[in-house]
């Protein structure tokens, strides 16, 4: 039996995140915002190159728990913990700049060691952002953006998420400044602020990445080149190229793109990637052919077979695509001759 006099509960919770999801059912704009500024957030995944020096390194971990915190703020914000979504939002702007910051000399991979490995010595904390600032318009890049648009005051804008850690009067408290009950409640004045700062920190780290990696502005059919298996080099995908050039305010991906077109890595680049041959057909389905092996090691043949069913949408093996049906046969055949038909180990049942 609960006896703690607490009014913050988790039933509470699900009642407003009911409340949310009604809202989102009947607002769906806001929603589909939301669900595509993220998907631009997840593409700069590719913007962070990986080569095999910096493999495993924690390189690019300050991105990726950036993004950790932009979902789990999400996530709060459905909850009705409005206050606690802003105090993650402000999480996830510090570590987007320092996934740039601890990359701007491309030695992520030594640079980020002492900070990663939580070691209690000054030189391993967290750099104030005055510096993470002075050391990103070290970059020539970032400085020539900066000369013309004044993305540092981007920045000082997003301060008062300050605020919301260290509770900065009524305005910034549990309560949001709103007269409304002592625990949580749907409030879409709530969504709102939190959506106005959900953008802003996105175009902002967008934009520094795509300034240190000039290459990620280049709108490129790598598929033509690499099929599948496109290498670590910085890049985003073409069709989330087209869905920045609308979400960036329309002065910034003009300059981005002259910046980026007159950079010797951009140059070098494409001379690069010019120089390879088109993938042929046949290749692409070697290495289609040699990823679906790697999902059937140790699960064995059965459970990819469930899955591609499932994919695909398919009763049984007989109403999947031509092409996917011949795959199958291929593999099923090289699962048998190595080992590969049976599961290594049992998969737990479904509690569905």
Not at 119 to 148: C, H, Y
Not at 304 to 309: F, T, V
């Amino acid at each position: 039996m609960k006896n703690y006099p607490f009014v913050y509960e988790p039933d509470r919770s699900l009642e407003v995140y009911k409340s949310t999801d009604e809202y989102f059912a009947t607002n769906k704009s806001v929603i589909d915002r939301i669900t595509e500024i993220a998907w631009l957030y997840h593409s700069l995944h590719n913007s962070i190159p990986m080569t095999t020096e910096n493999l495993f390194s924690g390189h690019n971990f300050p991105y990726t728990e950036s993004w950790n915190e932009l979902q789990i703020s999400f996530t709060l914000c459905q909850f009705g913990l409005y206050k606690q979504a802003m105090c993650s939002l402000r999480s996830a702007l510090e570590l987007g700049l320092l996934s740039v910051y601890y990359n701007i000399n491309d030695e992520g991979h030594k640079s980020v060691k002492k900070w990663l490995a939580s070691r209690d010595t000054t030189e391993a904390d967290t750099p104030k952002s005055a510096l993470v600032w002075k050391i990103l318009l070290g970059n020539e890049s970032i400085k020539e953006f900066q000369s013309k648009i004044d993305l540092k005051s981007r920045l000082m804008s997003l301060g008062y998420l300050h605020n919301y850690v260290h509770t900065k009067g009524m305005k910034f408290s549990n309560g949001f400044g709103l007269m409304k009950s002592n625990s949580q409640t749907f409030e879409e004045v709530g969504l709102k602020v939190w959506m106005k700062a959900y953008e802003e920190i996105v175009i902002l780290v967008l934009t520094l990445h795509m300034l240190k990696f000039p290459t990620t502005v280049i709108s490129y059919d790598y598929g033509k080149k690499f099929g599948i298996d496109i290498p670590g080099f910085p890049h985003i995908q073409s069709f989330q190229l087209e869905k920045i050039k609308l979400f960036l305010p329309p002065d910034y991906f003009e300059l981005l793109e002259i910046i980026s077109s007159k950079h010797p890595e951009t140059l070098n680049f494409i001379e690069w990637i010019e120089s390879h041959d088109d993938i042929t057909e046949d290749q692409i389905e070697e290495q289609i052919m040699n990823m679906d092996k790697m999902d059937i090691r140790g699960g064995g043949f059965k459970h990819y077979e469930k899955n591609q069913l499932v994919l695909y949408n398919a009763a049984k093996t007989e109403d999947l695509p031509t092409v996917i049906k011949d795959r199958m046969k291929k593999l099923e055949l090289w699962a048998k001759e190595n080992g590969e038909y049976e599961p290594r180990f049992v998969f737990p049942k479904s509690e569905i």
